[in-house]
């Protein structure tokens, strides 16, 4: 094309002004994108994505299994596949969560693009606007974005170190009529608190008896590094749970493969929702994630990942005892990737940011987590992130922050 033809195209388009749904207009962009964005100058330590640690992706094996898979699948690697799916993952994923404790057959297995597109589905299918859905509180961001976007509005459960107080939920059915509950029961993205089996099984009781799906949001699940193991809601609840799982923390999240493990009777439903979204997930990638897992080398990597993480989060904790002021408390997760941090009331999170920017740290503030916008006097932080060394500094420079602006 030469310049004459560009100038030959006389009519000026105005994109800006194309009718785009008012929805759309006022959707806001992530504030974690955005601080996120402050966290990538140089010298700046950031405990605020929920980032895995680079240092874990097996990318050597990643590699050769790339290779493998196109020697091995040719161009089947690379066509248009299944919706539900490549029939080989979806058959290893079952095994896998069928040993993890939840009998499962590959008819349960719908593979989704990350488990964030799970929690998109799941609206999509489900939510028709101003219709409620349960949610903890705080809850993960992410999944607030994907309801908001199909204008849900929130039945909020308070939580405690068990996890959500079930017994507000009957209160918020009858009230509210929600059509989903959405529950983050393991290693909690942002408190990292795990709810227990029997709050558990009396949510599923509740869920049944008012027919209303629970929808777990399990992407932590395998990575516990501290305490006893505790059921799963799918265990407990079997096709009561739609169990939204993912490679994303336990292989590489730019892989962007994940599955929806729910009963074979509407499964078929999720499917053509799937096949409306993005046709089916990378096919590619799905081939390379197989070959990972039949391999063995995924099970060996796991506590490999698990080992990293412990020791980041146990030296958070002994950090945070050492630097940070009284009159704050946190969470101790036993496993994922997060900690939670409550400040005193007075104290409001969002504003001592910039204070952390200045002395180069960063942070999530927490309100965003709350879908009514309250909690500014919390925060989020990530340990599986940073390196040992960035750990005690950021830290440091927290502590320093927080005693400069105790009430
Ligand atoms: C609770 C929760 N759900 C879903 C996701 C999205 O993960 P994925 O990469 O599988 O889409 C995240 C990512 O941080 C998360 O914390």
């Known amino acids: 094309m030469n310049d004459d033809m560009l100038t030959a195209s006389a009519v000026k388009a105005d994109p800006e002004k194309w009718p785009f749904t008012p929805h759309v207009i006022s959707l806001e962009t992530s504030i974690i994108r955005e601080i996120l964005k402050i966290s990538s100058k140089p010298g700046v330590i950031s405990l605020a994505g929920g980032y895995p640690s680079p240092e874990m ?121 929600p059509k989903l509950i959405y529950t983050v029961s393991t290693f909690q993205n942002p408190t990292g608190i795990t709810m227990s089996e029997e709050r558990k099984r009396a949510l599923v009781e509740i869920a049944v008896k008012y027919g209303i799906p629970i929808v777990d949001d399990n992407p932590y699940g395998e990575l516990r590094f501290a305490g006893e193991h505790v059921a799963t809601m799918k265990d407990v ?61 995924l099970a060996a990597h796991i506590p490999e990942i698990i080992e990293n993480y412990g020791a980041k989060r146990n030296l958070m904790l002994k950090e945070m005892d050492k630097h940070f002021p009284a009159g704050l408390s ?47 006097n919390t925060m989020r932080l990530n340990f599986s992130n940073a390196s040992h060394e960035q750990i005690s500094l950021a830290i440091e420079r927290l502590g320093k922050v927080l005693k400069e602006n105790m009430p």
């Not at 799916?85 to 404790?101: D, F, H, N, S």
């Not at 606007?129 to 199909?150: N, S």
Request: glycine share 8%; proline share 5%; charged share 25%.
């Open 57 to 177: 992706f097996p990318l050597e094996d990643l590699k050769q299994s790339a290779i493998d898979v196109i020697d091995e699948f040719q161009s089947a690697s690379a066509q248009y596949s299944f919706s539900m799916g490549i029939p080989v993952l979806r058959e290893a994923i079952a095994e896998r969560e069928t040993k993890l404790g939840a009998p499962t057959k590959t008819e349960n297995i719908l593979i989704t693009s990350g488990s964030q597109q799970g929690i998109e589905l799941c609206a999509r299918a489900f939510i028709d606007p101003g219709e409620y859905i349960i949610t903890e509180y705080p809850t993960y961001v992410g999944a607030l974005q994907a309801f908001d976007f199909y204008q849900a509005q929130y039945a909020m459960v308070d939580m405690d170190q068990d996890g959500m107080l079930v017994d507000q939920v009957e209160d918020a059915i009858k009230k509210y009529k």
């Open 237 to 297: 609840g079997g096709d009561a749970v739609i169990s939204l799982g993912t490679f994303s923390k336990i292989i590489a999240p730019g892989l962007r493969v994940g599955w929806m493990n729910c009963s074979d009777k509407i499964i078929a439903l999720f499917e053509k929702v799937k096949q409306c979204a993005d046709l089916h997930a990378n096919t590619f990638t799905q081939y390379m994630i197989y070959n990972y897992v039949r391999s063995g080398k």
């Open 330 to 376: 946190w969470t101790k997760p036993e496993g994922g990737l997060f900690l939670w941090i409550e400040l005193p009331k007075s104290m409001s999170a969002s504003e001592l940011l910039p204070k952390a920017i200045e002395e180069k740290v960063t942070y999530v503030y927490g309100h965003p987590f709350f879908p009514d916008g309250k909690g500014d």
